[in-house]
């Protein structure tokens, strides 16, 4: 119980949550979630995942609170081709069919590409084969020197704006994967130029790639499942890119 009642300040310290705050949301009083805390009073199964779902802990955390506090994880973790995510496949590839003719990926938790329309491909000629090689990190192959990194025209801005993103992930997860991929991204040649994302005047970092049509100017959005029950579904991200500009909408085909 001592871990459970470590990992519970934890998140409540990322959440930034007193224990009073928590033991309001979860309908118990303080002292007993203090007791909790201390490992004076044991949590039932059901009180674990109230104060999980609280903390708006990731399925992966919650599953690991469980079995700090002696239950077995209730969340399953399937692979990408599992048969019983076949509907989940399916729904994915609509969204990323129906996102064309712009580009539009399914990442995991790792950035590693689980999907990507038509769209995509003809954006990645000239990356190095190795790169291209499953399993495809996208993170990686947009920094890379033998990957996209040459080509794209604001690289300084992109890059600072890639990396901040994984670094919040690396502060809230500690996933070990996730910091030797920022460690590795970190070590790659710097732009002369190179900024800190937010410091552009524009409302978001474009991603501006240039072709042999020109240059192709994006803004990208995210989109994940909602209220998802199984792990990889709720680590899976949709990133879509959006033409910024006239020119690309005219390039890529749209309307």
């Not at 900024?195 to 552009?200: K, N, T, Y």
């Not at 910024?244 to 085909?253: E, I, K, P, Q, S």
Request: charged share 25%.
């Amino acid at each position: 119980m001592e871990n459970f009642g470590r990992m519970l300040k934890e998140w409540r310290q990322v959440r930034r949550r007193s224990q009073l705050d928590l033991a309001l949301d979860a309908e118990i009083s303080a002292r007993h979630l203090s007791f909790i805390e201390t490992g004076r009073a044991r949590p039932s199964r059901e009180m674990v995942l109230r104060l999980a779902e609280q903390l708006d802990m990731p399925l992966r955390e919650r599953n690991l609170l469980l079995l700090a506090a002696g239950f077995a994880p209730v969340f399953p973790e399937r692979g990408y081709e599992d048969p019983a995510l076949g509907p989940v496949r399916a729904m994915v590839e609509r969204v990323l069919a129906g996102h064309a003719p712009f580009p539009a990926v399914a990442i995991d938790r790792h950035w590693t590409l689980l999907a990507a329309n038509a769209a995509v491909g003809p954006l990645l000629a000239g990356c190095d084969a190795v790169l291209l090689k499953p399993p495809v990190n996208v993170l990686r192959l947009s920094l890379h020197e033998r990957g996209l990194a040459p080509r794209i025209a604001n690289l300084p801005e992109w890059r600072a704006h890639l990396l901040l993103r994984l670094r919040r992930q690396v502060a809230e997860t500690a996933d070990p994967v996730l910091s030797a991929l920022l460690e590795e991204l970190i070590s790659y040649p710097s732009p002369s130029s190179d900024r800190r994302a937010g410091e552009e005047a524009g409302i978001a970092v474009p991603f501006q790639l240039a072709t042999e049509a020109g240059v192709l100017s994006f803004l990208s959005t995210t989109m994940v499942f909602g209220t998802p029950r199984d792990i990889l579904l709720s680590e899976l991200a949709v990133e879509a890119f959006l033409p910024a500009d006239d020119f690309t909408l005219v390039a890529l085909g749209g309307r």
